[in-house]
């Protein structure tokens, strides 16, 4: 799954559909969002949502990404399994929250 | 004015002309219908409740009558209409009370999205207000009833109403449908309480209606903070839990039990939200109303905040 998913997703950025979102959390390691793009409320994870919050407005690689995510969950590098990490980058793409672009020459 | 203030006859006058008005809550109803047995039902169950004045609004026009066609000859049947069109297939004749009343509920969860629709019983106790969401069969009219005739006023059996403008909670006391065995227990805990006649093999089972108490009719324009988020449980012959649930749980199962979360969008989800983040919320499972009742009266004197 982590070489396919590198080779879909060499960089990725906010989508403009995640404009807006609502969060509330309540309980460790637990996000409730709303999408009003969607009308859709979502549960995430910790490093779901701080997959969004890390990319912000900013244009990554998903090994910078996966660093920066690390770094704000107060992981180790390397801590965060790449299927889980991988499994929500998908979601979050499914969700039309991220932006997915191909070649990332082309847009560096 | 109360319908209690008219004679049984003037009931009847009215619903068989341009209808009986009756103010439930935030809503008014204007009811119609020529059957006799209804007209006395209404008399009687109906009393304490507001008549609104002649030039108010009302909100929902509904309608007991028999069908058209040759069904009329060969079986005595009614049917619920609103705004003239009959949303369900017609009742036996026999159980037009109940028709009447899920009809006029089915009016407020269908129509009514200009309030988030919570599918909970509200009871209130010094401003603060208990929700007790859950689906049906898990107990909470007889919770509820119990409650209220233990020093709690009902806010509603059946419909949480959170006002957009502030979260608060409406009022709307409407009789309680208790259903199968819940009416004994109920006619067991508190034999004062005032119970209608029990219908028999309605579509619910056996259903008999519960007059709130009077003070809840009363103030059913005093709304109320929510304060509590208790989701019931009754099984039988379980030990009493009261245990302390997960917000984001608690989100989760509010939202999807409500009538229309989906209508209103970001709006329901604030609300929710703000519900959640002023609430503390529990999962009760119980078998013994005292208990119940107990441990939840011991819960509302602990929080004084």
């Keep these: ?108 | 004015m109360i319908i209690g203030d008219l004679a049984r006859q003037d009931v009847a006058q009215r619903l068989a002309g341009d209808g009986l008005g009756i103010r439930f809550g935030p809503f008014n109803i204007r009811i119609r219908s020529e059957l006799a047995s209804f007209a006395a039902l209404a008399h009687q169950l109906y009393a304490p409740y507001p008549i609104p004045g002649e030039a108010s609004f009302n909100d929902f026009h509904v309608r007991l009558a028999r069908p058209r066609g040759l069904r009329r000859w060969w079986r005595q049947q009614v049917c619920f209409a609103v705004d003239g069109q009959s949303p369900f297939a017609p009742y036996t004749v026999e159980h037009a009370f109940p028709a009447l009343e899920w009809g006029i509920n089915w009016c407020v969860a269908t129509r009514s999205h200009h309030l988030l629709m919570l599918h909970s019983a509200v009871v209130e106790r010094q401003g603060k207000a208990m929700l007790f969401p859950a689906w049906p069969g898990h107990g909470k009219s007889t919770l509820c009833t119990a409650l209220i005739h233990s020093g709690w006023r009902l806010l509603s059996d059946e419909f949480g109403l959170v006002h957009p403008a502030d979260g608060s909670v409406l009022p709307i006391p409407r009789l309680i449908p208790l259903k199968n065995e819940s009416i004994d227990v109920i006619r067991r805990f508190r034999s004062d309480a005032v119970i209608g006649p029990a219908f028999y093999g309605t579509r619910k089972g056996t259903v008999a209606h519960v007059r709130p108490p009077l003070d809840s009719i009363r103030r059913a324009d005093e709304p109320a903070r929510p304060r509590w988020l208790v989701f019931p449980r009754w099984l039988a012959g379980a030990a009493l839990s009261l245990t302390r649930m997960p917000k984001s749980q608690a989100f989760l199962m509010v939202a999807t039990n409500s009538f229309n979360y989906e209508v209103l969008d970001a709006t329901a989800f604030s609300l929710v939200a703000d519900m959640v983040d002023a609430c503390n919320c529990y999962s009760l499972c119980y078998s013994n109303l005292d208990e119940a009742i107990r441990v939840l009266g011991e819960l509302a004197d602990a929080d004084q905040g």
């Design chain 1, 1 to 108: 799954m982590g070489d396919e998913a590198r080779e879909e997703f060499l960089c990725v950025s906010r989508a403009a559909a995640s404009g807006g979102l609502l969060w509330r959390s309540w309980d460790a390691d637990l996000y409730i969002v709303y999408q009003p793009s969607s009308a859709e409320t979502h549960v995430f994870n910790g490093p779901t949502a701080a997959i969004l919050r890390t990319l912000d407005d900013r244009l990554l690689t998903l090994d910078e990404l996966k660093s920066h995510v690390e770094q704000a969950l107060g992981a180790q590098r390397g801590d965060l399994a790449e299927a889980d990490f991988f499994a929500a980058v998908h979601r979050l793409d499914e969700l039309g929250l991220i932006e997915r672009v191909q070649a990332a020459d082309d847009v560096r």
